[in-house]
């Protein structure tokens, strides 16, 4: 495979890195994001020559000789030496790619058939756009839940929404754009939680988010989150992004959103006092907010905290 390559030209020549950070508890599935990955196909059917890179998180990396790679493209296994945790992972692989397109998978993920043919043409087609996405297809239940992504997201639609139909295994990025004026994955975001969200943020910020309209990646939710039940994380990284991003007080449906997710978290970690200002912070701006009243039930101890997420996660939702 070439040691690079434009984002220009026929789009069939672009090669692209994709970045699996793992700290490798699962195997199996982690095989069947790189296969997912592999199996992609340019709008000739050729195999695209892709690179795809595995990292490992402060662990010993595993032996991947059994994964097939197709003619022209390669697997690469490197471990993470920075700091631990997602964004230490991912950044470590971003270095390392090759490509000038590099796209991230997580790895209980699965890229779906015609992600590549559908979503690079799309980033060609706006310089101006920071990365592109496409909509996703949630796991749950037993059953697939189609999250459509919108259009194009810019700030005032993140602002209001983490806009959860786009999930970072769908996003694609311009490498130079991540070495450069958009930036790589927060390494200072408290626990790493909330890294996708303030990448799309800054791309939000610098030029938006164009998205294809078609599933381009399945997620499985019928298996714990690494955030489940770590409610410190989710309380003190959406407390990081409000002071990151002071935008957020000009819209007061995006604050109260993000208050009464702090307020929930801090009520399921049982701080009643800290998780009721959170409450009333949310409702003062938004009295609909139903993040607000599920935290105060949850601090009123009438509503178990892992209860109400199990809940809403069956739906296809997130909290």
Not at 89 to 118: E, F
Not at 153 to 163: N, T
Request: charged share 25%.
């Amino acid at each position: 495979m070439s040691s690079g390559g434009e984002a220009t030209g026929p789009v069939e020549a672009v090669s692209v890195s994709a970045v699996i950070a793992t700290i490798g508890g699962r195997p199996e599935l982690l095989r069947a994001a790189i296969a997912s990955i592999f199996d992609q196909r340019a709008s000739d059917g050729r195999p695209w020559r892709l690179e795809v890179i595995v990292v490992f998180d402060h662990v010993e990396p595993h032996d991947l000789s059994d994964v097939s790679v197709p003619d022209g493209s390669r697997l690469r296994v490197v471990r993470n030496e920075g700091p631990r945790g997602l964004a230490g992972g991912r950044n470590t692989g971003i270095r390392a790619a090759s490509a000038a397109v590099v796209g991230l998978c997580d790895d209980d993920d699965a890229w779906l058939p015609g992600k590549l043919a559908a979503q690079l043409p799309l980033l060609q087609a706006h310089p101006e756009a920071k990365a592109v996405a496409g909509s996703m297809l949630v796991r749950t239940g037993g059953k697939d839940v189609l999250r459509a992504a919108p259009e194009r997201v810019g700030l005032p639609e993140l602002l209001r929404s983490r806009v959860q139909e786009i999930h970072p295994s769908a996003l694609m990025y311009r490498r130079a754009e991540l070495l450069g004026e958009l930036g790589l994955v927060d390494e200072r975001l408290p626990h790493g939680y909330g890294e996708d969200y303030d990448m799309m943020l800054r791309a939000g910020k610098l030029g938006g988010i164009v998205c294809v309209d078609q599933p381009v990646v399945r997620v499985l939710w019928d298996r714990p989150s690494y955030f489940m039940g770590k409610w410190r994380s989710v309380a003190e990284g959406l407390s990081y992004l409000l002071e990151k991003f002071p935008e957020f007080e000009q819209d007061p449906r995006g604050l109260s959103r993000m208050a009464g997710q702090i307020a929930y978290a801090r009520a399921a970690l049982g701080e009643r006092a800290v998780a009721w200002d959170w409450a009333k912070t949310a409702l003062r701006h938004d009295r609909t907010q139903l993040r607000a009243w599920a935290a105060l039930a949850v601090a009123g101890r009438v509503l178990p905290a892992g209860w109400v997420l199990a809940a809403v996660q069956r739906t296809g939702h997130g909290l």
